[in-house]
């Protein structure tokens, strides 16, 4: 009897280790997604808000958040165009371009961390 309790308590052991192995990965390749998307959000908003010059005409950074590396979502408030890349959950980078006249003014990089 002893010996068919030990084996079944060693399958379950078992058992327990490889759901908690499959568990910690899981959580591993969450965690590691997480900081990739974060650092992909970052890298695309710097670019973006980068490569918007004072002077240059809002119909191209426009144009270029319609192409590679375009922003998750954006809106426009008056003369302020926002443009954001999401990261994890609760993490994005906002492009804050400020614009006179059909003309950028001024591009700033926001990051938003909760």
Request: charged content about 20%.
């Amino acid at each position: 009897m002893g010996g068919a309790l030990r084996k079944e308590l060693g399958g379950c052991l078992l058992a327990a280790a490889g759901i908690s192995l499959l568990l910690a990965l899981m959580f591993a390749a969450y965690v590691g997604w997480g900081v990739y998307a974060n650092r992909r959000a970052e890298r695309q908003a710097a670019a973006f808000c980068n490569s918007a010059k004072p002077g240059q005409p809002i119909a191209m950074v426009l144009e270029r958040a319609r192409g590679d590396g375009a922003p998750t979502r954006s809106a426009k408030d008056g003369e302020v165009y926002h443009f954001w890349w999401y990261g994890m959950i609760f993490s994005a980078r906002e492009c804050v371009v400020t614009t006179a006249a059909g003309r950028v003014v001024s591009a700033q990089q926001v990051a938003h961390e909760d």
